[in-house]
């Protein structure tokens, strides 16, 4: 892949944070990787910064991040593609995260290469978008 990108990680787990870091910077997906450790973390992030993905857990220890991108949406900023990865996500938080235009969901434990295809995914259906 030819294109790098700036990529926003959100989690409160540290060890989760750097392994995806980690990743994409080992098999060049991203060439800006910036952390968000709570909520308040990434709204800052997300409103202040331009990001071509985003890839999140779903909750974090001040709350959850459905809400944020809800808040965020009702007030018209434009989200990028985000990677919604959870452990628990079933039911009305998965019908949420589909209604809130979440495509890319990753269930944890997920192994490497799925995180990884999910985002080559994200950036081949962006660039199909603007050519």
Known sequence: MNHRHAILV???Q???RDIIADLLMEFELADRVEVARSV???EQALINHHWDAVITDMS???GKI???IESLQQ???ALPPILLISGFLYGQSLQRAKALGIKHILTKPFIPTDLLDSLQQIFASDEN???
Request: avoid cysteine.
């Open 66 to 68: 459905l809400d944020v």
């Open 75 to 77: 007030q018209d900023y």
């Open 60 to 62: 974090l220890g001040d």
């Open 129 to 131: 978008i603007h050519d």
């Open 14 to 16: 540290a060890a989760i």
């Open 40 to 42: 308040k973390e990434a």
């Open 10 to 12: 959100i989690d409160d």
